[in-house]
């Protein structure tokens, strides 16, 4: 039985920063977000230090949920990207932002300015860009 003190511990676990040079990247995979990620938001990251980690480049064997949630619990922060394409948003980076959030960890949102229209970029601090502008994302990051 966990008790009260337990409880207690546990929320401090779950919560604790963590001192990490890695950055989680929530992205969507389309071929179309590749220069962005290449030459915008890596870069930007790297720049200000952080190791990038983008699911896309990690070698792994298990469910793709269990090393995104361990990833996410090892970074110091995630960078959110919201762009999406015809279909709509993209549920996982939601997910990945809300969780990191829980975490207290910090997120950056980003997303072209097309699709800041979304109530959650509307309420928050927001990096955005006209188009695929990976200048903007670059500069951006830094700040």
């Known amino acids: 039985m966990l008790t009260v003190d337990g409880y207690a511990r546990l929320a401090e676990i779950v919560t604790e920063h963590v001192i990490s040079s890695e950055a989680f990247v929530a992205m969507w995979f389309d071929s179309s977000m590749d220069i962005v990620y290449r030459q915008g938001i890596k870069p930007g990251i790297k720049t200000?230090?952080?190791?990038p980690v983008h699911m896309q480049e990690v070698a792994h064997v298990n469910k793709i949920d269990d090393e995104?949630?361990?990833?996410?619990?090892?970074?110091?922060?995630?960078?959110?990207?919201?762009?999406?394409?015809?279909?709509?948003?993209?549920?996982?980076v939601y997910y990945e932002a809300g969780y990191a959030h829980?975490?207290?960890?910090?997120?950056?949102?980003?997303?072209?300015?097309?699709?800041?229209?979304?109530?959650?970029?509307?309420?928050?601090n927001t990096?955005?860009?006209?188009?695929?502008?990976?200048?903007?994302?670059?500069?951006?990051?830094?700040?």
Do not use: W
Request: aromatic letters at 8%; proline letters at 3%.
């Open 127 to 143: 990096i955005t860009s006209s188009g695929k502008t990976t200048r903007t994302y670059k500069i951006n990051l830094l700040h």
């Open 102 to 124: 829980a975490l207290n960890k910090k997120v950056i949102f980003t997303c072209p300015q097309k699709n800041l229209k979304m109530s959650i970029l509307i309420h928050a």
């Open 48 to 51: 200000a230090g952080y190791n």
């Open 68 to 92: 995104i949630i361990a990833a996410i619990k090892r970074a110091h922060f995630v960078v959110a990207d919201f762009t999406h394409g015809q279909e709509g948003p993209r549920g996982g």
